[in-house]
């Protein structure tokens, strides 16, 4: 990959870095309330189903995954396996669009 | 002070191994003391480099109990366990002979970061005006005191796992010249740094700035480089 294509990536996984540091806050403290307040299942999805606002964060949330999971694994792949080149960064379009199709499924799973 | 200190010296090539030697403590011994003792008075043929002995020159840096140091300003006291030493060349370069290190390789990697200096003025010109106290400057300030010990290279784990990867010394001496405003290659050194061999192959570990004899921060270089990089990147020009 070129200078400016690994630049690009870097840029991509601080920008996704910072936007997961948010929606990870966000995430972990309604795990806590709906927990302590002893929310049923059925509650949960009450208030996800058909709420746009839950939908658009969840879906950021799987974006920013879907982003910085894979620049991280590249770095992992390349200085602990050796994996370099056109294989790996097609390995890890496809573990991308595993995370993706996942966690969306997961996000709409509440949603829908 | 009495008694014998234990010492295992690596002798041979890459695939050498150690030798045990006893040598007689004493008061205020550096380790580089400790190697000049076993060459001259139990092994003439063990090859190591020195040359100012007073943290100067650099070139008596190794591994000392499996950290690298310089020598010649590193006390036995302080890092001896149990009145044993364990000295081998630096990590992460070829092994010449004995505590010989070959540096080819880490200096090569200077000239690939960009590392030389090339102004914009003319014999013509008057000296350039730099304020002490800008900002570029006391950046530049911070790193220029760099004397290319490798101290930091062998101390860098990405160093080892990529032996592509430019390393920190070299990325400090781009950074000290990317914030010097005499200088005209700023954009063709952020191409030559940028990249999976370059700043982005670093983790932050901040093992280099741990080691640094010098106290620099080549983490805070890096980390500049990374900025500047990506903000050329952004403004479209690279």
Redesign the interface.
């Known amino acids: 990959?070129?200078?400016?294509g690994?630049?690009?990536?870097?840029?991509a996984q601080?920008a996704s870095a910072a936007v997961l540091a948010l929606c990870v806050a966000v995430h972990l403290v309604t795990i806590v309330y709906a927990v302590r307040s002893g929310l049923t299942a059925a509650e949960i999805l009450q208030r996800t189903r058909g709420s746009i606002a839950w939908f658009a964060f969840y879906s950021l949330f799987v974006l920013a995954v879907t982003v910085h999971a894979p620049i991280g694994l590249r770095?992992v792949l390349?200085?602990?396996l050796g994996w370099?080149g056109r294989s790996r960064d097609f390995a890890l379009l496809l573990f991308a669009a595993f995370l993706g199709w996942t966690g969306m499924r997961a996000v709409l799973g509440v949603f829908a | 002070m009495a008694g014998n200190l234990k010492v295992s010296v690596w002798r041979g090539g890459a695939d050498g191994a150690f030798q045990s030697f006893d040598v007689p403590r004493q008061a205020s011994q550096t380790v580089l003391d400790v190697v000049t003792h076993i060459q001259r008075a139990l092994d003439p043929t063990l090859a190591y480099r020195f040359a100012c002995r007073v943290g100067m020159c650099g070139s008596c840096a190794m591994m000392v109990n499996g950290v690298p140091r310089w020598t010649c300003r590193t006390h036995v006291d302080k890092v001896a366990h149990a009145d044993s030493l364990e000295i081998a060349p630096l990590r992460n370069l070829p092994v010449i002979r004995d505590l010989v290190a070959d540096m080819r390789e880490f200096f090569d990697k200077w000239a690939r970061a960009k590392g030389q200096f090339r102004g914009h003025a003319t014999r013509k010109d008057d000296f350039a005006n730099v304020r002490p106290d800008s900002a570029p400057r006391v950046q530049a300030d911070a790193g220029i005191e760099c004397i290319g010990c490798a101290v930091c290279y062998a101390a860098c784990d990405?160093v080892a796992?990529?032996p592509q990867y430019l390393g920190p010394a070299a990325l400090n001496r781009a950074w000290t010249l990317v914030k010097d405003e005499r200088d005209r290659d700023t954009l063709e050194r952020l191409?030559a740094v940028?990249?999976?061999a370059?700043c982005?192959?670093c983790?932050s570990h901040v093992s280099c700035t741990e080691r640094c004899p010098k106290k620099l921060s080549p983490t805070a270089a890096i980390a500049g480089l990374?900025r500047e990089?990506?903000k050329a990147?952004?403004h479209g020009d690279?």
């Open positions: 990959m070129t200078f400016r690994e630049a690009r990536l870097w840029i601080r770095s390349s200085e602990w370099r | 990405v796992w990529n191409r940028a990249g999976d370059g982005h192959a983790h990374k990089v990506a990147v952004l690279l």
